[in-house]
């Protein structure tokens, strides 16, 4: 019998409302859910390969275990049996700094592990938690607890109510956005009066926005200190409302002194003209919004550059006003419970062993996770748990962390995949995915345009024998620390005790009186609830000291030299590569689906014709492009999108190593951009990873 369902797609931060047609067991379709009240139908072609996800025939579903190169089905108790064994026996050989945790991407998408695994992998009191967050959105969260006073206090851009949009280094037209949930953006852009994008390439974005300015890959903080010299030395600066609450304004104008257009316009390329038009431009419109994305955190000032956003925005009187960078009122707030248990973050209270980096929020950074496994001594890492993550694809030089990680002494990967980082795992535990389990979306509704909230249960009931994520690392939690009594009483219950909890407790809950959320009534609206747009937040909701707004926390003001220094190098002329993200991609994943690779080759590299010609290269060809690390053959895709002197590659391919069980994808490789990626490149301010703006060279193949 065909019956119809209502979830979530949980594949990006756009989060869209999605209806499934189910007959027989199998998914017919995947729609955009009409009545969803914040994605209003819309659907991109990941959301429907969901169901491409659920029925993939490589997907795991019952654990595996190594033996050489083959590899065994395995029961759950077997396989937990032998993790057990496994992490416990190295915390008691080498300490609980051996046994290293990585959690990749999904896991902000994915309400069990956001609930039991989080707490789950800071128990296991090991330094050596990496995550994702040091190859994206780390230092925006510095930027928040820095001058809001917890990590989570992200602001997004309130882009239905804006006039002015200008967007640093994102292309949400095509990554749907992020740390900014605002499904169908394209549309959502195109009703903004005006939208200006800085961007090393004329982008998806910048082809629907009104301006496009080309910038030098990682000088965003030059150009944003310009932007508020300019603001400052024609008295522009307006904080309104928030006035009194603004510390180290005379601070910020000093530092911004020696940064006229003038000045900067060398190492940014950026024309000084323009740079003080746009300067007028936001501080002269009303509801105007500065937003930066992965292109302005993951580079080599990606600590200042991101904080300097805040700074433009505060400064303009477009903090924590409509239209402006606003703060939510999520149904679900984690943000007094973080609080509350010592976790609203926290920097550099420690460094990594080998290459001194700064720890943030008790992880460190990914960059350096090969050198903690390699070299020896007390602290080195000799296990690792990965969940949700694929760093041999996703982390810079992911060659040398893929033959770090065949020397380790045991790993386990939570996955449904065999993939290029879970093939060096000994057991394989995997969890059921999107369709097979209930979702609400505790993460993201912290970072949505509108507030909304929505409950989804399982579109398709599980089989007997598999097992959701969260029961996993229950599991394992109650097999390597104990209290087996407690897991298994939380278990029992699963996520959706916690979530009635939360929003009962929350904004729009039990304070609420009878028109009140609960889990009760969301789930008599399957297709969510609005909640309104977004309000002001300021200074309620911030959680520094006599709530008052440091504009120039000592760390940024520390590094401003660093940069300042930057001015004085001469400017390379060889070539530096960035990233791009790609419609019918997502990160290293999804290239297992048929309907999503199919068609001609996506992993190219663009090149300006200028660049190409001075290489002998033509559109098509196969051409070497090297770095300090590493060397890969790509062919070369010749655009003026990209400005002379940069290169574009998309991450997440390399599908060719060996041993690997993702058959679609294995036939259309690409080759990983990380293979040339240098670990060793960190903002040297935040850890973060430098993924924008490596110095590469390219020529036509020698042979
Ligand atoms: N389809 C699809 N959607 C996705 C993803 C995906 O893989 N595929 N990934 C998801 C994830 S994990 C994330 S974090 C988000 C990211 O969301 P976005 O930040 O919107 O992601 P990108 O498309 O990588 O945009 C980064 C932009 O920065 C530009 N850039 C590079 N270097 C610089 C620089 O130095 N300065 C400036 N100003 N710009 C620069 C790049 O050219 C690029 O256009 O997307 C999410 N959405
Ligand atoms: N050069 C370069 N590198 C980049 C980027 C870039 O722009 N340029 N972007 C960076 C960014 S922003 C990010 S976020 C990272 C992403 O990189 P990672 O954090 O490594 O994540 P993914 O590549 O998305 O891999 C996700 C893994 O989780 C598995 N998975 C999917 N769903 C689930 C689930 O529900 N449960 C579990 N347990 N597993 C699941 C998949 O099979 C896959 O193995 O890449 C980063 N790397
Ligand atoms: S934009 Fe696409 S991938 Fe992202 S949530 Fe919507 S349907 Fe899913
Ligand atoms: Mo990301």
Not at 521 to 543: F, I, M, N, Q, T
Request: charged fraction near 25%; charge should be neutral; include cysteine.
């Amino acid at each position: 019998m065909a019956t119809t369902h209502h979830h979530t797609c949980t594949l990006c931060e756009a989060t869209c409302g999605i209806t499934v047609s189910v007959d027989g067991g199998r998914v017919t379709a995947i729609r955009g859910d009409e009545l969803d009240p914040l994605s209003r139908g819309f659907l991109c072609p990941k959301g429907v390969a969901l169901a491409d996800v659920h029925h993939d025939p490589d997907r795991l579903r019952r654990p595996i275990v190594r033996s050489g190169d083959d590899w065994f089905e395995t029961s759950w108790d077997a396989a937990f049996e032998l993790v057990a064994a496994g992490l416990t026996e190295t915390r008691r050989e080498h300490g609980k700094d051996a046994l290293a945790v990585y959690q990749g991407n999904p896991t902000a998408h994915n309400l069990g592990l956001l609930l039991f695994g989080q707490p789950f992998f800071r128990s296991l009191g090991t330094r050596n938690r990496y995550s994702a967050t040091s190859l994206d959105q780390l230092p925006h969260m510095l930027a928040a607890l820095e001058m809001f006073g917890n990590q989570l206090l992200m602001p997004v851009p309130d882009v239905d109510r804006t006039d002015l949009f200008v967007c640093f280094g994102g292309n949400p037209a095509v990554s749907a956005g992020s740390i900014m949930t605002a499904p169908d953006i394209r549309a959502r852009l195109r009703a903004v009066r005006k939208v200006v994008v800085v961007d090393p390439r004329r982008t998806e974005t910048a082809r629907l926005a009104d301006e496009h300015l080309f910038i030098r890959p990682g000088t965003d903080a030059l150009l944003l200190l310009s932007l508020i010299n300019v603001v400052f030395a024609e008295r522009r600066e307006c904080t309104g409302r928030l006035t009194s609450r603004l510390v180290g304004f005379d601070i910020m104008r000093e530092v911004a002194s020696g940064f006229a257009p003038e000045v900067t316009a060398p190492v940014t390329g950026v024309d000084p003209g323009r740079v003080r038009a746009l300067a007028r431009e936001i501080a002269g419109t009303p509801r105007a919004v500065v937003y930066g994305r992965v292109g302005v955190c993951t580079q080599e000032f990606g600590g200042l550059a991101t904080w300097l956003v805040v700074v433009l925005n505060a400064l303009t009187g477009h903090l924590d006003e409509p239209g402006g960078a606003m703060f939510t009122t999520p149904a679900v707030d984690v943000l007094p419970l973080s609080s509350l248990t010592g976790q609203r973050g926290g920097f550099g209270r420690y460094h990594s062993r080998v290459r001194r980096l700064p720890e943030f929020d008790g992880e460190l950074p990914v960059s350096t996770l090969a050198d903690e496994i390699e070299t020896p001594g007390r602290g080195q890492v000799r296990a690792l748990i990965t969940v949700a993550g694929n760093p041999v694809l996703s982390s810079p030089n992911g060659r040398r962390l893929d033959t770090a990680l065949a020397g380790l002494d045991f790993m386990v990967s939570i996955d449904p995949y065999l993939n290029e980082t879970t093939r060096h795992a000994d057991v394989i535990l995997p969890p059921t995915v999107h369709l097979e389990r209930s979702h609400y979306e505790l993460g993201l509704a912290n970072y949505a345009v509108r507030n909304t909230a929505r409950y989804s249960p399982p579109v398709v009931e599980r089989a007997s024998d598999q097992r959701h994520d969260w029961e996993i690392v229950l599991q394992l939690a109650s097999r390597v620390l104990g209290g087996g009594a407690l897991a298994r009483t939380l278990g029992g219950f699963g996520p959706e005790p916690l979530l009635s909890l939360g929003l009962l407790a929350g904004p729009h809950g039990l304070r609420k009186l009878h028109k009140g959320l609960s889990l009760g009534s969301l789930k008599r609206r399957p297709h969510g609830v609005d909640l309104g747009p977004l309000e002001r937040r300021l200074p309620a909701r911030l959680a520094t000291r006599g709530k008052k707004i440091n504009l120039v926390p000592k760390i940024y003001l520390d590094d401003v030299p660093r940069l300042r220094a930057l001015l004085d190098r001469p400017v390379r002329d060889g070539l530096v590569l960035i990233g791009r993200r790609q419609v019918r991609s997502n990160n290293s994943w999804m290239h297992n689906s048929e309907r999503l690779v199919k068609g001609k080759d996506r992993c190219t590299l663009l090149v300006h014709p200028d660049d190409a010609d001075e290489r002998g290269l033509a559109d098509g060809d196969l051409a070497v492009l090297s770095s300090a690390v590493g060397t890969i053959e790509v062919p070369v895709e010749i655009t003026d999108t990209v400005m002379r002197g940069v290169v574009s590659l998309p991450h997440g391919w390399g599908h060719d190593r060996k041993g690997t069980r993702l058959r679609v994808a294995e036939r259309h490789p690409g080759v990983s951009v990380n293979d040339v990626t240098d670990e060793r490149l960190v903002d040297e301010l935040t850890g973060a990873a430098v993924l924008s703006g490596i110095p590469v060279s390219l020529a036509a193949p020698s042979y």
